[in-house]
């Protein structure tokens, strides 16, 4: 009992008497503590077509870990609750709540049961980040589309010279 209390009590006078840690100086030309540095740039909102472009990124990867699910429920068409995985994005997760061999299954061992599992895991894992890109894209701020300016004549000018004339146009056509 003394010796846990003598413990107790140099472990709070470690941490009452302790100092801050003195660093090193800064090198000569370094800049000081005290000067305040400038502010980083805002960071720039993406083009609006982002939106669309990460939407379809978002759908892609949704299907393709849909279809790798879908795959695996054909391949291991006995497993337990194998066709759950044919249910997008919550089927996975109930074909895990059954992970196992079954009754009748042939030439099925732990590790077999153990792969199928973290299969099903990876394929709803993949499924929620599409789902989240797809969100993302929806909800995602975008810089202000600014309109294109308007086609036409800006300014004529006219110019007459000895034995010449000229006429010039400026404009955004």
């Known amino acids: 009992m003394t010796r846990r209390l003598v413990s107790l ?7 009452l008497e ?12 370094a800049p000081d503590a005290s000067v305040k540095l400038a502010a980083p740039p805002p960071l720039e909102s993406p083009p609006p077509a982002a939106r669309g472009t990460l939407a379809l990124a978002g759908t892609g ?6 279809g790798a699910a ?6 291991w068409s006995g497993a337990p609750a194998h066709d ?8 996975p ?3 895990m709540a059954h992970a196992g061999c079954a009754s009748g299954e042939a030439n099925c061992t ?22 989240a890109a797809i969100a993302e894209a929806g909800f995602m701020r975008t810089a202000v589309a ?22 010039g146009l400026s404009g955004s056509f």
């Open 61 to 66: 990867i949704f299907a393709a870990w849909y």
């Open 9 to 15: 009590l140099l472990c709070a006078l470690t941490l």
């Open 110 to 131: 732990d590790a077999i049961a153990v792969i199928r599992a973290i299969l099903a895991g990876v394929s709803a894992v993949g499924q929620i980040g599409g789902l």
């Open 84 to 91: 759950r995985l044919r249910i997008p994005v919550v089927g």
């Open 93 to 95: 997760w109930m074909t």
């Open 146 to 167: 600014t309109p294109a300016p308007a086609a036409g004549i800006h300014s004529v000018s006219f110019a007459a010279g000895q034995g010449s004339i000229g006429l």
């Open 70 to 75: 879908i795959l695996e429920s054909y391949a």
């Open 18 to 29: 302790a100092h801050s840690a003195l660093a090193e100086l800064p090198p000569p030309g």
